[in-house]
Nanobody, 130 residues
Framework: QVHLVESGGGSVQAGGSLRLSCAAS????????MGWFRQAPGKEREAVAV???????KYSDFVQGRFTISRDNANNTLNLQMDSLKPEDSAMYYC????????????????????????WGQGTQVTVSS
């Protein structure tokens, strides 16, 4: 089973940027659906962005073009570039993976739902101050 470790969180002022990374232990990361999710205190975990094996992406509406998800399969790394951060982006950010494969053995269907992902990292904290 794949093991996920997030990094890159921290504290920034509103309008600033952060780049989150997720290192995956599996050599077959290219075959996995991957995603970034977040959870603020007292709130449910919500999707931020997801990506399939072909680097097709989906974003939640609140992203509004500010974040970019990408994958580097050669280095087994998932990234989330976050720009124009707002205080309401403050949360614990989690990397997630799911082995949902098409006939070629790759992920080609992605969902903006934490219920569709079964493997999770420990999370990295993002705090945005006004």
């Amino acid at each position: 089973q794949v093991h996920l470790v997030e990094s890159g969180g921290g504290s920034v002022q509103a309008g600033g940027s952060l780049r989150l990374s997720c290192a995956a232990s599996a050599y077959t990361m290219s075959r996995l659906c991957m995603g970034w999710f977040r959870q603020a205190p007292g709130k449910e975990r919500e999707a931020v962005a997801v990506i399939d094996s072909y680097s097709r992406t989906k974003y939640s509406d609140f992203v509004q073009g500010r974040f970019t998800i990408s994958r580097d399969n050669a280095n087994n790394t998932l990234n989330l570039q976050m720009d124009s951060l707002k205080p309401e982006d403050s949360a614990m950010y989690y990397c997630a993976a799911e082995a949902r494969r098409d006939s070629k053995g790759y992920c080609n269907t992605i969902f903006l739902s934490p219920l569709r992902f079964s493997t999770w990292g420990q999370g990295t904290q993002v705090t945005v101050s006004s």
